[in-house]
């Protein structure tokens, strides 16, 4: 089911120079997101700007009837939402899009996160948890440094529940010094790789090397894709990725914000 | 309780065609899929008409990405036709959308007239269709579409062959990107078209500044939403004055305000399009607003405000407009 439904800004919590984390009250949808699931918002009524704004869902309180978006200002939309006070109203649509595989106890959960990307993957570690997975959980987070780390306190919770926690920034000033695709690699050499499950968000450059690592090493990988949407409930067909799922299969289109925005990395081709 | 007989007496019908709308507000193809896309939101059967996505006579998987951009007001697309194919709509698609109480219309295209022909013949068989809504208008496409809407003698070839086919009334789309809007509007006229659409998207695009490239894999796209409002009125102003068909005005209406303008400019039924992705209760609330002005302005049927706004209005035949044309 989706909703639309004022939502009220229950709290705007800064985090860091451009970081801004969004608690918003929305009780139908805080009770029935699940990881991978993103909202549509619209910024203000007087359609300026004109299009909503998808964002993945950061995390839900479904006893308080709220949900959480990260964001970091880059336009007109996330730069009027950072204003947004305490008791103020935008307009929600959601949950929307296809989520993320639950992994079974038996797998290893491997959660690569980055910059903003953290979001979608930083539910399904939550969700996990919430709901006693007993499975191993490593969460690699990176960024381009220390400073844009947003969500940090965030992991250092996950790492309190025994998740196996790891940073990487491209200028060394926290954790490993590289990419995050490097920092995989060291892991995934302890790790039985049939049993392995990746699940990742964040820049076009690092999804595009896991969908390539995950088609070489035939790895279960999935991807939360971020594109532009206009309508996200997949009438406009504006947000589309080329897919082609099999070796002798035509390239195709589909829509992120219906077709996913979480796709199997072996399926989908990105440039 | 007088305020409920007043409501009751407001009559928002029309009859084009032979087909009866309950209101005059559509959503305009391509902003509303197939219809059930946005079924869970909005009840269909209080919207006047759904236009399909448009229907070509096989699927078409469209452009690459990127299709969309947002600009001022606005938003740029080049989704190149991106469809289920007839068949498809026929099999499928029609099931859900002949539940409802809307009407159905069928937007329609083709590479050659030809292909319009197959389409427009295939949807002969639709059980629960409306009308055609031929797009001779849609600027992203290499063959087809603008190619027969920029020139009147294409325009008039096209809409005839569809005509001559089909069954139901057709409604051509007409493009902004022309020299002369008007000349196009008689053509569709002269071929038998029960009514005409105006306007499609505007050519427009944007460039990646930091790439230093188009930022739309087809380089242009149609320019959509609130920007393009005043030349859709303009257009449907201008065409009012020399075609008795009637005109279905398109183009960046959000709200009821906005319908109201083309209802004035001579528009006899209206369609709302890129709004629908914003808000997709848009068109119903266009609905309850036209009612609500209708009532407080003690107005008994919006076919009363058509063309209201040429009244005491020279025209360029140095003429002036008494009547309004309904």
């Given at each position: ?50 299009l909503r704004r998808a964002f993945s869902i950061h995390d839900v309180d479904s006893k308080k009837g709220t949900l959480e978006v990260v964001f970091k200002v880059i336009g007109i939309g996330t730069e009027q939402l950072s204003y947004k006070k305490k008791g103020e109203i ?182 | ?81 991106h469809n289920v194919g007839v068949d498809n709509f026929i099999d499928e698609k029609m099931k859900f959308l002949r539940t409802k109480k809307t009407k159905v219309i069928a937007n329609i295209a083709g590479s050659t007239i030809e292909e319009y022909v197959q389409v427009a ?206």
């Amino acid at each position: 089911m989706v909703y639309q439904t004022p939502a009220k800004v229950t709290e705007n919590i800064r985090l860091g120079e451009e970081g801004f984390k969004l608690i918003l009250s929305a009780p139908q949808i805080a009770k029935t997101a699940l990881a991978g699931h993103f909202v549509h918002i619209q910024v203000n009524p007087f359609f300026h700007p004109l299009l909503r704004r998808a964002f993945s869902i950061h995390d839900v309180d479904s006893k308080k009837g709220t949900l959480e978006v990260v964001f970091k200002v880059i336009g007109i939309g996330t730069e009027q939402l950072s204003y947004k006070k305490k008791g103020e109203i935008v307009n929600l649509l959601g949950p929307l899009g296809k989520i993320f595989t639950y992994p079974k106890n038996e797998d290893v959960s491997i959660m690569i996160a980055g910059g903003l990307g953290i979001v979608p993957v930083y539910f399904l570690a939550r969700d996990l948890l919430r709901k006693k997975h007993k499975g191993k959980i490593c969460f690699l987070y990176g960024a381009k440094g220390k400073e844009e780390l947003y969500c940090m306190p965030d992991v250092k919770k996950l790492k309190a529940q025994k998740v196996e926690t790891l940073y990487s920034t491209d200028d060394g000033s926290y954790g490993f010094e590289g990419y995050l695709d490097a920092l995989l690699e060291q892991v995934l050499k302890k790790e039985d790789k049939s049993k392995v499950k990746i699940y990742a968000c964040g820049p076009e450059g690092l999804l595009a090397k896991l969908s390539h690592l995950a088609k070489e090493e035939n790895l279960f990988c999935q991807l939360s894709l971020e594109v532009g949407m206009p309508c996200g409930m997949g009438t406009c067909m504006g947000c589309v990725v080329k897919y082609k799922p099999e070796c002798n299969t035509p390239v195709t289109f589909k829509r992120v914000c219906y077709d996913g925005p979480v796709f199997n990395a072996q399926e989908v081709i990105l440039d | 309780m007088a305020r409920e007989t007043s409501t009751k007496k407001i009559d928002l019908s029309l009859e084009i065609g032979g087909v009866d709308f309950a209101n005059p507000v559509m959503v305009a193809s391509g902003t509303f899929g197939y219809g059930k896309e946005y079924a869970e939101l909005v009840d269909l059967n209080r919207i006047g008409a759904v236009i399909s996505k448009t229907l070509t006579v096989v699927p078409r998987d469209g452009h690459p990405p990127l299709r969309t951009f947002e600009t001022p007001s606005g938003m740029l697309n080049a989704i190149g036709l991106h469809n289920v194919g007839v068949d498809n709509f026929i099999d499928e698609k029609m099931k859900f959308l002949r539940t409802k109480k809307t009407k159905v219309i069928a937007n329609i295209a083709g590479s050659t007239i030809e292909e319009y022909v197959q389409v427009a013949e295939k949807l002969n068989s639709a059980e629960g269709l409306h009308m055609l809504e031929i797009n001779i208008s849609s600027p992203n496409v290499k063959k087809g579409c603008m190619e027969f809407g920029s020139r009147a003698d294409l325009t008039f070839e096209c809409v005839k062959a569809v005509k001559e086919v089909s069954r139901f009334p057709v409604m051509p789309k007409l493009s902004p990107n022309v020299t002369d809007i008007v000349e196009i509007a008689l053509a569709c006229q002269e071929a038998g078209a029960e009514c005409i659409s105006l306007i499609n998207t505007l050519v427009g695009m944007a460039i990646d500044w930091k790439k230093k490239k188009p930022v739309l894999s087809n380089i242009t796209g149609g320019l959509s939403g609130p920007a393009i409002k005043p030349v859709a009125l303009a257009m449907v102003w201008k065409v009012y004055q020399k075609v008795k068909v009637p005109l279905v005005g398109v183009g960046g209406i959000m709200n009821t305000q906005d319908a109201l303008e083309f209802f004035m400019a001579g528009a006899s039924a209206i369609q709302v399009g890129t709004v629908n992705y914003v808000d997709p209760q848009a068109s119903v609330k266009v609905v309850d607003g036209l009612k609500k002005y209708c009532q407080e302005n003690k107005i008994s049927s919006i076919k009363e405000l058509i063309g209201i706004a040429h009244q005491g209005q020279n025209r360029p035949n140095g003429s002036i407009v008494n009547n309004s044309q309904t």
